[in-house]
């Protein structure tokens, strides 16, 4: 077959093939017509979703910077001098009554978003502080219910402590457990032993407190927790340092 007569095929091939192409499309054209818009629509979709949550946590995030700087007003006594336009509370639950509403506002509206979730477990904790412990308890355990991680370790500290307060140590020890079985780097293992061995300390339980300490002084000598554990096992006698 001589380079004429090949070039002759090729080009019969690619006539073929391209009007093939052109007959298929022109049959189909209504549903690549159909399917293109169908593309588009969900582009556009997922293009406005992604700036209204943008938008949206853009609002959460302010919203609850500005809880926030409520939970930190400072506390003045009755008849205490106040410097002028200074913003003061008269006690901490009055305080965290009055953040507890804007956490909620904004955990409620802006529930999606991550400020959202974190505003959830300050309504927890500032709960807690007014001494509500069924509404404390149920929102901690909405949060530490939920995928993240760090906020869920962070929930299940402070349901401990609410554990403690009433009376219901077992539940406390076991989410004590929990946390060192399951360390999040906002709970790391070691601080979640040293409220165990607190709390059997306060029990009365001095020896299961001691072997906790041990065990936390050997694993992480050179960390905060292996430190603090150190120093209870060592406590610095009046007027001296650890150890003398």
Known sequence: ????????????????????????????????????????????????????????????????????????????????????????????????????????????????????KVARYFAGLTYMEQGQNGPAESTLKEVAGGWNNDLAALSKLALAQLYRQTNRDPQAVDLYNELTAKPATTVPAGIAQLQLAELYEAQGKPELARKIYAQLKDKDAKGPAGQLAAQKLNPAPAGGPAGQ
């Not at 006539?15 to 399917?35: F, G, Q």
């Not at 293009?47 to 302010?62: C, D, E, F």
């Not at 008269?90 to 909620?104: E, H, T």
């Open 1 to 116: 077959m001589d380079q004429q007569t090949k070039q002759a095929l090729k080009h019969d091939q690619f006539v073929d093939t391209t009007t093939h192409s052109v007959e298929w499309a022109s049959e189909n054209r209504r549903s690549l017509i159909v399917a293109g818009v169908a593309l588009l629509a969900v582009i556009v979709v997922i293009v406005a979703s992604v700036l209204i949550y943008n938008s949206r946590a853009g609002q959460a995030s302010v919203a609850f910077g500005a809880a926030m700087q409520d939970y930190q007003t400072p506390l003045a006594a009755p008849g205490q001098p106040v410097p002028p336009g200074v913003k003061t509370y008269a006690s901490v639950s009055d305080r965290a009554k009055a953040a507890n509403g804007l956490f909620l506002a904004v955990a409620d509206k802006y529930s999606m978003t991550p400020d959202g």
